[in-house]
């Protein structure tokens, strides 16, 4: 082991000094120009040895997919120019001009994380990042690190969000929406209860035969390529508001996959959260989005919406 380490740092050696001369890039071309970096210099910044990258405590030799050495963190203090890589810097870079692209999650990823493309946004399409704190509490800030002001976000989309995030399932959706490749808005409509007809695709302001309730909806936008641009859930809380009209000596039940789930018997949060994991649901996942050709769109959103009231009755008297 010691002599693969001293192996490994006579290289490093080697390459730093082979790595002065490629500082600049435009060297090869024949242009004096100086580089602007991010330590004026002091490190190398511009790295043509793009083949030795290393992962944690091992350096490899990605083209020929070789190990080269392992290394002993504790021991070993290679130059960060030889022994590490940045994949890619930050690809919106140019939307955060005071932010450095070379950092993760504002440079606290203890409480920020960087979605990689699409977002939560608010109703005027500004990204908001959702954390969790302590005891799971959900945290909501735009990317900058500011706090989200936008109204009507507050009043719609924070609620549905908080609802989800009282469970593991709906936390884990909740990440999804975050890490999202397109933008996720959500809305709530409180104009009523509301009903829809499967079969006949109509909705409904009152209650007929072949009308269920409507909880939730999720509506997708594709881009010219047939990917998904944007998704919009909204979630017809005057719906959720009738269950809970549902007379104390009766019980309003919803039969999902397998089980019976005494759905009035829940708080009205619960409801939805739970909602809120199923839409979220088929906001992120392609394979439960029917404008994408899902042939079984329903299957995930309902095994989480049922994870959900599972998780939420853990002694399992509401969920049979």
């Given at each position: 082991m010691k002599q693969?380490?001293?192996?490994?740092?006579?290289?490093?050696?080697?390459?730093?000094?082979?790595?002065?001369?490629?500082?600049?890039?435009?060297?090869?071309?024949?242009?004096?120009?100086?580089?602007?970096?991010?330590?004026?210099?002091?490190?190398?910044?511009?790295?043509?040895?793009?083949?030795?990258?290393?992962?944690?405590?091992?350096?490899?030799?990605?083209?020929?997919?070789?190990?080269?050495?392992?290394?002993?963190?504790d021991s070993i203090n290679m130059a960060p120019e030889v022994s590490s890589r940045w994949w890619s810097i930050d690809p919106h870079s140019n939307k955060y001009p005071n932010i450095s692209p070379y950092v993760f999650g504002l440079n606290n990823p203890i409480f920020f994380i960087d979605p990689d493309g699409g977002v939560i946004v608010?109703?005027?399409?500004?990204?908001?990042?959702?954390?969790?704190?302590?005891?799971?509490?959900?945290?909501f800030k735009y990317k900058d690190g500011s706090e989200v002001t936008d109204k009507k976000f507050i009043a719609d989309a924070k609620p549905v969000l908080a609802s989800m995030s009282k469970t593991e399932v709906g936390r884990t959706v909740v990440k999804a929406m975050n890490d999202a490749q397109h933008n996720v808005s959500i809305e709530v409509d409180k104009s009523g209860a509301k009903y829809y007809n499967e079969k006949t695709q109509e909705y409904s302001s009152t209650e007929q035969p072949g009308f269920t309730p409507l909880y939730g909806q999720t509506e997708s936008t594709l881009n010219e390529k047939g990917e998904l641009a944007s998704t919009k859930i909204t979630i017809f809380e005057g719906t959720i508001d009738k269950?809970?009209?549902?007379?104390?000596?009766?019980?309003?039940?919803?039969?999902?996959?397998?089980?019976?789930v005494a759905q009035s018997d829940f708080t009205k949060e619960q409801i939805i959260g739970a909602t809120g994991t199923h839409e979220g649901t088929h906001a992120t996942d392609k394979a439960s989005n029917s404008k994408l050709g899902a042939t079984k769109p329903?299957?995930?959103?309902n095994s989480n919406e049922l994870k959900f009231y599972q998780q939420s009755d853990p002694e399992g008297t509401k969920v049979k």
């Open positions: 693969l380490n001293y192996f490994v740092a006579i290289t490093a050696i080697s390459l730093c000094s082979i790595q002065t001369k490629g500082q600049n890039p435009y060297d090869a071309i024949g242009k004096k120009t100086t580089m602007l970096t991010l330590t004026n210099g002091k490190y190398p910044e511009y790295v043509p040895y793009d083949s030795i990258q290393r992962i944690g405590s091992i350096v490899l030799n990605v083209k020929r997919m070789t190990i080269l050495a392992f290394l002993d963190r608010d109703s005027q399409g500004k990204e908001v990042v959702v954390t969790f704190g302590k005891a799971n509490a959900p945290i269950i809970k009209e549902t007379p104390k000596d009766q019980i309003y039940v919803i039969n999902i996959e397998d089980k019976v329903e299957d995930k959103p």
